[in-house]
């Protein structure tokens, strides 16, 4: 209600700040049964940590989770299940600068100007390491709809600046630093290259990431507002720093005509997927696409305008280990947000109309 | 939770299907002594009705409101404000072809296995009909809002089809059929002429609506998942047809470099808006702008390939009385849903840091 | 949230006032697939509705109900079913001294300091009448309970002011004005002698009601804050003049020890039942059972001290059409409240542990 | 919404078991601008402790408080703020009886019926160790309360067992292990030589529990549902054991005349408080009287009738460190959970109507 939880059935509540003793989260709704470790989650952790590449912030965190509740014998018991994360790379020593000042593009004037006090520490609250927790809680929503449903997920850059990353195969999203879903060695090269320049510039760049959910049950979602589409708008738009959301064509749909948007069904199955999965905010089996913008890192090394909270003119320009591109690390988080709106209306679901049988449709 | 309420604290249920006797919803939580009637809400209603142009859909409704509850003596009472719209035009006489099987692009598939069961009669519950009573809701919301901190809303068509539709100015708005902002008559003819070929050729196009509320207090919106954007996002993504969000420079903020795109502060307030109003989910003081795609209309008589109920291959293909762009009304609904985040979100902060001091920041 | 809505995945909003034009409902969450009509639910207004009796109020109302929505072909859909009860005897004409003061006990002075308005006529939103959209809405969570688990509901009056009702048996409850579990004609007589004189006083008394759900299915409830004994409590204590609420053994189990207040257990079942069908917020599968304590009626013709909206004292009667037990009504509804909570909690476990297996434990 | 959150607006969500790693809770929603640290919350922590005297379970907690995050500098910044609680003396090793059969009166029967699997160590999340957290959190929802309103909170014990406690004054309550509001040394020693008594019978006992709030300002509350009182019930039968709650004149009023049970008002206020400081579900300015009733703890030493689970008949001792009357630290947790609903209900009221101007009624 107060906008730290996420989920109405699996709900998770977040807590922490990026430079505080810990950060974590409350997951209440996780059905009994399922058998869960930390060895289910670090894995998605290690994947969104920082310091993984020379593109990212090169702030030093295992990011060790630990379990303190809700999982007994090592199966969920039904009850909630708190995940812990203690922060161990905590900077703090200079923020005079940015604690008196407002970083342009930041959270930092609208925090101070909502609660009339914020934590400047690495950005406190507003800052993306606030996404762990999430990754973690995610980590158990995909095991539970993997078993239930054999749903998986996967996603990838498809746009670095203004280099367009075209898909070639979901395999090669992990043999490189930018979750790029291609091997052309050439156009990685260009990529590390744009990066290596901006770090040098003291800059930063955007990013286009698309995420897909595959074998989704038909039926999930609701018709007026809790619609599958506007609960993936509002979990993806929640990212840090994400200023657009795509489902199926998206915007290229403003220039389609009926007859060419409207996916076609035959006994075998739709055969396209304008739709991107959701027609009338309910899913239809088919694979649920979805894509976002992310905007460039508001904390850059440039030199640029701004004003003091006292409203007298100031230069402020950031120093210490920010992501010349947030971008690069956003494709789990989008996964993990994806997955913990289909969970969600997975059990919503089965609320309204009893355990779904996972018809397999054949669909594209 | 049940998918049918918008809103935490200004709280919009609604209900009714397109052919049913009667569509509306109930409003909680709106504060007591607003001076209300139905002189307030009728005329956002006729903005939103069909029939005002050959370019929609010929359905003839009057849309004519009756408040239930809620106002005692011209004045609103703190209590749920119901709303009542009497369905007058149903011709439901022939909907074998459609009730047994499914339309592309249409929510037919997915209630039928949501559910098990639907209302076919003119899309039942899926119908953008049942946008009338949110308008209807917004009305209120709106009142309030210019009351308590001047803020109003503005809406516009900014492409229709592969038609661009430059700004102009906000006073053109009213004087086409399009909610174009542009006096260009060359322009709005070749809308119209566009329009009119679809409906001959029996297909329909998408369109991409931008709305701005102005004069939005400092302050609105929660820091990790209620974030002012992701429920304008929900919001937005939750309206009929809607594909594609986007907050500010939405996809374009991709390609922006860092020291491009956060928008720089003076003592005279921000020199840009590629936030779109909001920094870190909560609002700048800043115009708060938000473009949506929508998505042809799916209902077109031109055949297409589809299955019935049992599986068995069919073409089908709409008669009756269908918008062919459905982005044409959308403008007044997209206000709608903006004014409604906005009140809800008005009320939280209340909630949470005591009365707004509508500080006015000098902003652009 | 803004407190009009009960239940979380059966939600039933309410809205309308005593002397408006209309009350009524919109409840959503409804399972799709029930056969429904408004003969399901009028039975229930019917045991409700005034006048049934001389010793209730003798407002005519016929409390007639349309549903608008939700229901196709006899069935319902899954999406909000909107219940309406236009209001016929809306008798407004003198209210003035009430408008200006307040009665003892009454919510007028609540009402007047929290909204500084309020809709004085016949007691506005705080009227006991607001009950008869809760009984509507309940009838549909009845039918639903009864075909999912044979669910059922009964409900005496245990108590009439100071007059004990001794249990005999449910046959009788309806043989009788009073809702009295007996068929002992002397305590019938003195009941109605005891509520003439009361007339003749112009005063008014309180009640005990006794409620029961029988064939709960095991498992409903949550472990911590939504125990199932925590929203019947709240379900209760929100009907009009409840003053206080037991589960099973109640405030005798003060002086009860634990050797003697535990349930014990035997492979035919439990043997007794301290618990009220719940332990540890989670239904055993014995009958729920629910004691409520009612105040006297505060509309009374007895002249009493007050004060007006100034301030000043004043003498304060009421006339018109009170009911001097609002205990004798309240059984139907106490029922309905508990079966609004039950669907909830129903659904709510199946959302987290899938369809519930009716087990039929062989329980005392 | 799965049943681990209390509060809508100041929102608490716990996690933990009795003998897991360790407890604690999420409070989102906490007005920003509060001075808070762990030594306002660890002395409420310590009144509600184990083993401060002899009548009581015997384990050997400190029940220290970490505070994870939401304050920056000693001041609350708005967001969630995690408090943590280690469990220190957990003793797991013989449950094995325990874990295969049903004490009676307990929730391991509701529990394994519910999830199929339950951590049976120490009662795991159904211990009464659970409401730690929650009088953490309400130590600062009291802070809160009393800088903006002065509310303040009182609670005793009024009945043990069969031994009423008559109330002589407040200041007594500190004076004796069973926050007896007396001073009679003869009363206190019976109470005492009773509970001795019950330890060597290995049996147990209930207690009626009394908590007021003073300085509650007029107008908390909501009309229909989320009465003040209805939220206080919900609240109070929540607490481990709680098998009825009053407010006011309680069950009481059964027997009233509406001539006496309504509280007359004058210029000065109103003269009596039959009403518990609750009118038609809203805060009268008058103190909130609450009593509760506690049952006798369940884990005693006294063989009993069970089943295992697989049905078969069983004999069930509970050995360990078990209050022999759980209602004797009662008190704290009981004012916790007022607390906790009026901060809520404060909040609530200044989103629906902004500000409350704390008008001071001259009230009995």
């Given amino acids: 209600m107060s906008g730290n939880s996420f989920g109405k059935l699996f709900t998770v509540t977040t807590f922490g700040e990026s430079h505080g003793p810990a950060i974590g989260c409350v997951i209440d709704g996780c059905p009994p049964g399922l058998i869960l470790s930390e060895a289910d989650i670090q894995p998605e952790l290690d994947r969104r940590k920082p310091g993984t590449s020379r593109h990212v912030t090169q702030r030093q965190e295992s990011d060790t989770v630990e379990i303190l509740s809700g999982v007994y014998q090592g199966v969920t018991t039904g009850t909630p ?70 749903t998986t997920f996967k996603g990838c850059m498809s746009q670095l600046g203004d280099i367009p990353v075209p898909f070639q195969s979901w395999e090669h999203v ?39 959910a595959q074998n989704v049950p038909v039926g999930l979602g609701q018709p007026i507002y809790d619609k599958l589409d506007a609960d993936i708008a509002y979990a993806m738009m929640g990212i840090n720093a994400v200023k657009g959301v795509e489902i199926g064509a998206g915007f290229d749909s403003v220039a389609q005509k009926g007859s060419e948007h409207g996916d076609e069904l035959t006994p075998e199955g739709f055969i396209g997927n304008n739709a991107g999965g959701v027609l009338g905010g309910i899913s239809t089996g088919q694979d649920v696409k979805v894509s976002i913008a992310i905007k460039p890192t508001s904390s850059i090394r440039t030199p640029r305008r701004s004003i003091d909270k006292e409203g007298n003119p100031v230069m402020v320009e950031t120093f210490g280990r920010h992501d010349p591109c947030v971008g690069i690390r956003a494709t789990p988080i989008a996964e993990a947000m994806l997955a913990l709106v289909l969970i969600d209306h997975a059990l919503m679901h089965r609320a309204q109309c009893g355990d779904v049988s996972v018809s397999t449709p054949k669909l594209k």
Avoid at 94 to 115: Q, V
Avoid at 180 to 187: E, F, G, I, K, P
Wanted: hydrophobic share 40%; aromatic share 10%.
């Fill in 174 to 212: 992990h043999a490189n630093p930018f979750f790029a879903a291609s091997c052309d060695a050439d156009l990685i090269a260009r990529m590390e290259e744009a990066m290596d320049q901006l770090r040098r510039d003291g800059d930063s760049i955007g990013a286009r990431i698309d995420v897909i």
């Fill in 81 to 150: 299940i708190a995940l812990l994360i203690r922060n161990e790379d905590q900077r703090s020593k200079d923020y005079g600068n940015i604690a008196e000042s407002f970083r342009p593009g930041h959270a930092d004037y609208t925090y101070w100007h909502k609660y009339g006090v914020r934590d400047p520490r690495g950005g406190g609250r507003s800052s993306a390491r606030l996404t762990a927790p999430v990754v973690g809680a995610a980590a158990i929503a995909k095991k539970w709809l993997l078993q239930q449903y054999g």
